[in-house]
């Protein structure tokens, strides 16, 4: 079995800061994710990548930016961390190209902006 | 736009009782999986379906594309099985898109 790391685990910024989240998988899957999910709420898609190199925008990717750096990883920045935001960013991998897929997530990544 | 309904939002069950989960899309979706929320916060695979039904022990997964709704069923409900579950559905339309439903927090007592 494989296994997806997420870092770091908790992550506390200041308003205007540039964030970086990072992701890695060894199930050797094509396609991976990142997910944004706020309490209360399902999680909502930031941006995908299908294989190295590539990104596709999701529903929630304004604010953000993303970068396939090779299959195994794939990172987040928040561009410009906003005032008293929390929410909770989760990786995903399947190996289905540009298809949902089976798809097996990270612990996550707890953001909080004071 | 293409939306996913949860229901029901929370859920209480007894040991040893069941219940369903359901969702409803908006529109065509081309597969739906099935999530649990474990303790730790990570989300664990229950089903992955394009169609029909699957069984892994005490839960049951059915999905129907042409009427647009898939449920999970939960049969003898064990204090473990206590947690929040997703499913989340890729449209059937062109290009690629996926949406989550809301959850629901099932509490299992005894």
């Known amino acids: 079995g494989g296994i997806i790391t997420q870092t770091p685990k908790f992550l506390i910024g200041q308003e205007g800061q540039k964030l970086t989240l990072k992701c890695q998988q060894n199930?050797?899957?094509?396609?991976m994710y990142w997910y944004r999910q706020d309490s209360g709420k399902g999680l909502r898609l930031i941006y995908y990548s299908i294989t190295e190199n590539d990104l596709q925008k999701g529903d929630l990717s304004e604010g953000y930016d993303a970068s396939r750096e090779k299959k195994s990883s794939f990172s987040l920045t928040v561009t410009s961390a906003q005032k008293n935001e929390m929410a909770v960013f989760l990786c995903?991998?399947?190996?289905?190209?540009?298809?949902?897929?089976?798809?097996?997530f990270g612990p996550g990544t707890r953001l909080t902006v004071l | 736009g293409d939306q996913v309904e949860q229901s029901p939002s929370a859920l209480s069950l007894h040991e040893g009782t069941g219940s369903a989960l359901r969702c409803n899309f908006t529109t065509t979706m081309r597969a739906v999986q099935w999530f649990r929320k474990n303790s730790r916060g990570s989300l664990i695979n229950l089903f992955y379906?394009?169609?029909g039904t699957k069984e892994n022990g005490r839960l049951k997964s059915a999905f129907d594309s042409k009427e647009r709704y898939s449920t999970l069923h939960i049969r003898d409900a064990q204090l473990e099985d206590s947690g929040t579950y997703f499913c989340?559905?890729?449209?059937?339309?062109?290009?690629?898109?996926?949406?989550f439903g809301s959850g629901t927090r099932l509490l299992v007592s005894p």
């Open positions: 199930f050797n899957h094509d396609t």
């Open positions: 995903a991998s399947s190996i289905r190209l540009g298809g949902l897929g089976e798809q097996y």
């Open positions: 989340a559905a890729e449209a059937g339309t062109g290009g690629y898109k996926v949406v």
């Open positions: 379906l394009a169609s």
